[in-house]
């Protein structure tokens, strides 16, 4: 009979996508691996999930407690909700464990699984462990962590660094050349990159980032006679209005609101200019890139800076406040590496060197450890 594991992933795709890479790794070990989702992107997550051969169990929606007593109601209806569900999903196909990927919404599995005595396990993909993994902590085995935890101790489990859980596609193109990226994207989108070109890689995830596209457009417009080119993910919705601020651009430019391809934007860059959510910053450090990390300032306790910082400290990136990256400051830091490409080989060494190829097998032998 196959180990069956249940992986609780709802919410953001900070949560989901590391979730569904262990899932993908446990189905490929035998196990009968389902998971457990809830929120807004709960359905999209599902086909998604699909689309591997995952089954998915959708949850009630569960906003993350407030002040407002209105939330809190939804909160503790979303909470009962869920937990009656996966009580009555453990009880009838009982786990051998479950793997919570952090955010409140793992609370009614945890729930559940403590009653009927199944092992919990825990994951966070950022430098500071969240309130909602913290809470949690008093009911797992251990957790993993992406990057060494800069508060462990307010967990009341082991704490371990096993990385963050990538996509196998970006794990297996980790060792791609310039050639190849540059070559993949011309193919993809009909752009015409160059591969000799010192390339400048942008993208603030998803959503984007105003701060990062309105500051950088200006900044390269300015420079003249620079051999370079530019990849721009601006993030949904915002294509047109950064269009808008590249008007007249003198470089080669392959704009556009996002891809699923991140191995050939990655393999392709020389710079790149990002948010630091804990995915990015494992992606960048996996490919070894330069990078100058601009934090969000308005994630939940700053991770976003605590994920910065390790790489900074590690000699891996430059970190600039959003508040303080103008148009002005990017064009320094832009001029100082055109002017001197080899002046960030020293941060691609140091990148690779602190990198966790293979977490998501790591995370799961340590999970198998625990288990005997």
Not at 51 to 74: Q, T, V
Not at 315 to 334: F, H, N
Request: charged content about 20%; some cysteine.
């Amino acid at each position: 009979m196959k180990n069956r594991v249940y992986i609780s992933c709802g919410g953001t795709g900070g949560h989901f996508f590391p979730g569904l890479t262990l899932a993908r790794e446990l189905k490929k070990r035998g196990a009968a691996v389902r998971l457990l989702l809830s929120g807004v992107n709960s359905a999209a997550q599902s086909r998604q999930g699909a689309e591997f051969g995952i089954d998915a169990a959708i949850l009630p929606r569960m906003p993350s407690p407030g002040k407002n007593p209105l939330r809190m109601i939804r909160f503790l209806l979303g909470l009962l909700g869920g937990f009656i569900q996966c009580f009555f999903l453990f009880l009838f196909r009982r786990p051998q464990y479950i793997i919570l990927m952090g955010s409140f919404a793992s609370a009614p599995a945890a729930l559940a699984a403590g009653i009927l005595f199944v092992p919990i396990f825990l994951h966070d993909g950022n430098a500071r462990i969240g309130k909602a993994n913290r809470m949690l902590s008093r009911f797992a085995v251990f957790m993993g962590t992406a990057f060494p935890a800069v508060n462990k101790e307010s967990c009341r489990c082991e704490v371990l660094c096993t990385g963050m859980p990538l996509r196998p596609e970006l794990e297996e193109c980790r060792g791609i050349t310039r050639a190849e990226a540059v070559a993949g994207l011309n193919e993809k989108y009909g752009s015409k990159l160059l591969p000799e070109l010192f390339t400048i890689l942008i993208f603030g995830g998803s959503q984007g980032a105003a701060t990062i596209n309105n500051a950088l457009p200006p900044a390269l417009k300015k420079i003249s006679g620079g051999k370079f080119q530019v990849l721009h993910l601006t993030g949904k919705g915002k294509l047109e209005e950064t269009a808008k601020l590249y008007e007249g651009a003198g470089f080669p430019l392959l704009l556009l609101e996002g891809s699923p391809h991140m191995e050939l934007f990655l393999g392709s860059a020389d710079l790149v200019f990002s948010r630091s959510g804990g995915s990015a910053a494992a992606e960048l450090l996996l490919f070894g890139k330069n990078a100058v990390l601009i934090p969000y300032p308005y994630a939940a306790e700053d991770h976003q800076t605590d994920n910065a910082r390790y790489c900074v400290d590690s000699g891996a990136a430059e970190m600039v406040c959003d508040r303080e990256l103008t148009p002005e400051k990017a064009y320094s830091i832009i001029r100082k590496y055109l002017d001197d490409p080899a002046a960030g080989d020293a941060r691609r060494k140091a990148a690779s060197a602190i990198a966790v190829p293979g977490a998501a097998a790591l995370f799961l032998e340590r999970v198998a450890e625990k288990c005997k």
